[in-house]
């Protein structure tokens, strides 16, 4: 790779990073995708398969954070019920 492609995808990150942190997202995704298509031109084959691929990766995603919201809806009701039980006991009193 060239010096020139590695600077302007460094750049490209820092800015984008930078530009996060300062909570200007539109302008931190276009200087990411700038970033982006200066690596994609680099490497087309790989950025080809990760395309290929992408759908399974959104599947998997969607599955996790389902499983994720289960898992956190489960704990908030046992929270509930916990904290229904612990005011219970001190009614006793």
Do not use: C, H
Not at 8 to 20: D, K, N, R, S
Not at 57 to 73: C, H, W
């Amino acid at each position: 790779m060239e010096n020139w492609k590695r600077a302007v995808i460094a750049g490209a990150a820092g800015a984008a990073t930078m530009l996060l942190l300062k909570g200007k997202r539109p302008a931190a995704v276009l200087v990411g995708g700038v970033g982006l298509a200066v690596l994609a031109s680099e490497y087309p084959n790989q950025f080809g398969k990760i395309r290929e691929e992408l759908p399974s990766y959104v599947r998997q995603g969607t599955k996790f954070l389902d499983l994720a919201m289960k898992i956190g809806s489960r704990i908030e009701e046992l929270a509930e019920k916990r904290a229904a039980q612990a005011f219970e006991e001190l009614g006793e009193f």
